[in-house]
């Protein structure tokens, strides 16, 4: 009986050191290999809760084929990034504002650290993602002759 008690209780102090240990994962949007691509130019980014933050951070750099697999520390080191936000709390996802948008036809990568009540904290690993907003303006664009046309405006005008 006192052996499966100190069983029991070495896997409650491996699964406390685990939690202390656990990183954040970058979700959405992106990918880890390879590279997304997205309609939007200010998307929601989202990331998996660690139960010690206090908050989180978002770094979004420029991206090219040589970024994939890089971890923040790389990526630092070769230049700033684009947009950085800090979130207090245990909120789970952030949008960018209009101002913030980030440029069509740009490839980015992006990380989220799990931060502590000091500051410091993981990185998660980058997830690579493409910003191509032609596509969901084309899209517009169809649906709006399918609006016009079913108004009773002709082809010619639409044109």
Not at 32 to 37: E, L, S
Not at 99 to 125: C, H
């Amino acid at each position: 009986m006192r052996k499966i008690l100190i069983i029991i209780f070495l896997i409650f102090l491996v699964s406390l050191v685990r939690a202390d240990d656990q990183d954040p994962v970058a979700v959405s949007p992106g990918e880890k290999t390879g590279m997304a691509i997205i309609e939007q130019s200010c998307p929601t980014f989202s990331w998996t809760a660690v139960s010690w933050a206090a908050g989180y951070r978002i770094a979004v750099f420029k991206a090219d084929r040589f970024s994939l697999g890089l971890s923040y520390e790389e990526k630092k080191t070769q230049e700033d990034p684009v947009l950085m936000k800090d979130i207090k709390g245990s909120a789970l996802s952030w949008t960018p504002c209009a101002k913030n948008r980030l440029t069509n036809g740009q490839e980015y990568i992006w990380f989220v650290q799990a931060v502590d009540a000091n500051g410091n904290g993981v990185w998660s690993e980058g997830n690579s993602f493409k910003v191509i907003t032609e596509l969901s303006f084309a899209s517009i664009e169809e649906k709006l002759k399918e609006k016009l046309e079913d108004s009773g405006v002709s082809s010619e005008s639409i044109a």
